[in-house]
């Protein structure tokens, strides 16, 4: 059983233990986000969509200010996920506004905030509707660039583990301190959704950390026998009780997916047997948290294990190294930065991009 108040190890292990240095996140620039989201103009519809480019700013904060120019409630702003502040990002953002014409959304005047483009749609935009997110990262001064180069490779062939990073759970663990004494209580305090959300978040977060790195430490990317499998490119999932020639074939062309838990008043949610046994044990200190998860009803859900670079690229701007690459919408860019140079463990900032 865990302390409320025990400090909480906010640092796990990486597949990559040569790193060098370099200097991240400078400047907003440095860091680059563009949501991965084809949408159609409809041309009518009450939810009026909006693809802004923000700098230093966020992400809640820009949508209390589309609020307040549309006389609205913020209630009736969407989006589809929190981006970093310190950083240069796109996004949709859609506001309902029934019976209205478009508004002329270039007279909002906001400090960097960019309305680049205006849709009407029939339905507003929900949470984690777009697919991915694409980043564009300069880090400075690469202090060793051969080492570099060979950490990218890896990065690039093998991928990394699908960690959270370390904002989500707030500075010095405050999400998670703030989220345990809150849910342990014998009837948890009414709060804000979007506290009560942050909070339960990263307390999920830290769990399945926690499982994914001892995981590997184990069994590196290894299948056990009944681990639940996620489709590549969806959240459809299945049990593997056993592992055959065409499901290790499918797991080697990342076809399939292997999961960690995202525990719930139901632990771990969907595996079994040697997957099952394994789990538990390495929650089994944390019994209290997931018991205290059935006061609020929250279901566990599963997370890909692993995490794999699409359309990575590298370039090189004297000793800058300039990379891009899209990763699938929840996961976080800081976990394949931490496998090329060493990062601060406190970074402070909004989540990932989910």
Not at 21 to 43: H, I, Y
Not at 123 to 145: E, Q
Not at 189 to 216: C, D, E, H, P, T
Request: glycine share 6%.
């Amino acid at each position: 059983m865990s302390s409320i108040s025990e400090p909480f190890q906010l640092s796990w292990p990486t597949l990559n233990q040569q790193k060098t240095t370099a200097s991240f996140k400078q400047q907003p620039a440095d860091f680059r986000v563009r949501e991965v989201l084809d949408v159609d103009d409809e041309g009518e519809g009450e939810h009026q969509w909006l693809w802004i480019k923000k700098t230093g700013a966020n992400t809640r904060f820009v949508a209390e200010q589309l609020a307040k120019f549309a006389g609205v409630h913020p209630r009736n702003v969407s989006f589809s996920g929190m981006k970093d502040r310190n950083a240069v990002t796109w996004q949709w953002f859609s506001i309902q506004l029934p019976g209205k014409d478009t508004l002329d959304w270039q007279q909002m005047m906001l400090e960097g905030v960019e309305v680049e483009r205006v849709i009407r749609r029939t339905k507003k935009l929900k949470t984690g509707f777009h697919k991915a997110n694409a980043f564009t990262i300069r880090l400075r001064d690469v202090a060793d660039t051969e080492r570099f180069e060979k950490n990218w490779q890896a990065l690039c062939s093998q991928g990394t583990l699908n960690y959270f990073g370390a904002q989500r759970f707030g500075f010095n663990g405050s999400n998670l301190l703030n989220g345990r004494q809150w849910i342990s209580a014998e009837r948890p305090a009414k709060i804000a959704k979007g506290k009560r959300s942050i909070w339960l978040s990263a307390m999920r977060s830290y769990l399945f950390n926690q499982v994914v790195a001892a995981r590997y430490q184990q069994y590196q990317f290894m299948p056990l026998a009944g681990d639940c499998v996620m489709l590549q490119g969806s959240q459809s999932v299945f049990i593997a009780e056993q592992w055959d020639d065409e499901l290790l074939s499918r797991l080697a062309s990342a076809d399939i997916q292997l999961t960690g838990p995202m525990p719930g008043e139901d632990g771990v949610g969907n595996v079994t047997t040697d997957a099952l046994q394994f789990e538990t044990s390495q929650l089994a200190q944390f019994d209290d948290w997931i018991a205290d998860f059935a006061k609020v009803r929250l279901k566990a859900a599963r997370r890909p294990y692993r995490l794999l670079l699409q359309q990575p690229e590298l370039m090189w701007q004297n000793q800058d190294a300039i990379i891009s690459f899209t990763l699938p919408t929840g996961s976080f860019a800081t976990a394949c930065i931490n496998e090329l140079i060493d990062l601060a463990v406190t970074e402070n900032d909004e989540n990932s991009v989910e």
